[in-house]
T-cell receptor, first 114, second 112 residues
């Protein structure tokens, strides 16, 4: 089955540690995205990548880093510089082929930093 | 800059009845795409319906339909015959330059 996987579902870290969230897709989509969602709020874009080896900052990129070495993978690192990292993180992908622009989402990772 | 506004933080509806969720947006573009997504308690984001701005006909997917008013920049979602499984957060989104611009969401409560 095609889809997007994120692991782990729950992640706990101590303050000051970097942590990497995994996102893999087998939909053959060119574009991938990382969002942050805080309680009672909408989605805020952290980073996005339209092609391999290229990515752009979103609205809240500070304290985060990404890489896009393979089409299928777009890992997100939450660094110790992120002042309030506890949140729900969603990964998504999309394609613009055939005029399809909607984004497909993974199940998300809940990160708790104490 | 494009913005998306959902003015109803929470809505409730009796099971089997109809409810309409509101969404307005601001853009200077003439060709764009609009979406409604559903986020149930599992937090999985699910596409409900999409609308291309160049199409005058309102999109429909089973019990879900939209009222797209391009001149008014309005994109409401109508859910007919509401079911308990429709309880979720609903987000309206506008496709900008390779990005989706998101509304803050409306929490839909279904009363049995």
């Amino acid at each position: 089955d095609g889809g997007i996987t994120q692991s782990p579902k729950y992640l706990f870290r101590k303050e000051g540690q970097n942590v990497t969230l995994s996102c893999e897709q087998n939909l053959n989509h060119d574009a991938m995205y990382w969002y942050r969602q805080d309680p009672g709020q909408g989605l805020r874009l952290i980073y996005y990548s339209q092609i391999v080896n290229d990515f752009q900052k979103g609205d809240i990129a500070e304290g985060y880093s990404v890489s896009r070495e393979k089409k299928e993978s777009f890992p997100l690192t939450v660094t110790s510089a992120q002042k309030n990292p506890t949140a729900f993180y969603l990964c998504a992908s999309s394609t613009e082929l055939a005029g399809l622009y909607e984004q497909y989402f993974g199940p998300g990772t809940r990160l708790t930093v104490t | 800059a494009q913005t998306v506004t959902q003015s109803q933080p929470e809505m409730s509806v009796q099971e089997a009845e109809t409810v309409t969720l509101s969404c307005t947006y601001d853009t200077s573009e003439s060709d764009y795409y609009l979406f409604w997504y559903k986020q149930p308690p599992s937090r999985q984001m699910i596409l409900v319906i999409r609308q291309e701005a160049y199409k005058q006909q309102n999109a429909t997917e089973n019990r879900f339909s939209v009222n797209f008013q391009k001149a008014a920049k309005s994109f409401s979602l109508k859910i007919s015959d509401s079911q308990l499984g429709d309880a979720a957060m609903y987000f309206c989104a506008y496709r900008g330059n390779y990005q989706l611009i998101w509304g803050a969401g409306t929490k839909l409560i279904i009363k049995p």
